[in-house]
């Protein structure tokens, strides 16, 4: 009765034994793959458009929104000193910010009209040493069942700030 006992304890460690494979983490994500990524939790999809950009053109379900010109630039956390899409060490002002705002734990994809606010992003983002950050390109480039439409007009008019 020992014997039997001590196989079915045996026979049910190796029923409860799996073997997982660790994710591969692509080259790169374009709009063409975002739905292959949308729901998984290890992802972080951030999506660079304005306001009135997004409420204009449309969005990707899925994508949370931290609005470059609106948000990063206007609040000084992440500027372009040259005023052009080259982005250097002195871009970044606000460091504490930029982590609180992107998780450096989980694989991020950025995208905005056309890809350079995500490229811009993107560099900054691995300047301070973050490991998975994709531009995966502009809003035209996605078709995939998550785009939501929008109405083709939409003011928004960022207040003037104080000196």
């Not at 006992?5 to 049910?12: N, V």
């Not at 029923?15 to 972080?44: G, K, R, S």
């Not at 609106?70 to 000084?76: I, K």
């Not at 005023?83 to 606000?94: I, K, P, Q, T, Y």
């Amino acid at each position: 009765m020992v014997l039997a006992f001590a196989f079915a304890l045996l026979g049910c460690e190796k029923a409860t034994t799996t073997t997982t494979t660790a994710f591969t983490a692509p080259e790169a994500i374009t709009m063409a793959e975002v739905d292959n990524y949308l729901n998984n939790p290890d992802f972080q999809f951030v999506d660079l458009w304005n306001f009135d950009d997004q409420m204009a053109d449309g969005w990707i379900r899925g994508f949370e929104m931290i609005p470059f010109f609106d948000y990063l630039e206007y609040t000084e956390i992440l500027v372009r000193t040259d005023g052009n899409w080259s982005f250097a060490a002195e871009d970044v002002l606000d460091e504490n910010a930029i982590k609180a705002l992107f998780d450096e734990d989980k694989y991020i994809v950025l995208m905005c009209a056309s890809g350079t606010r995500a490229g811009f992003v993107k560099d900054a983002l691995d300047s301070l040493g973050y490991e998975h950050v994709y531009n995966a390109g502009g809003l035209s480039g996605y078709d995939g069942d998550n785009m939501v439409l929008g109405d083709g007009s939409y003011d928004f008019t960022m207040p003037a700030k104080e000196m």
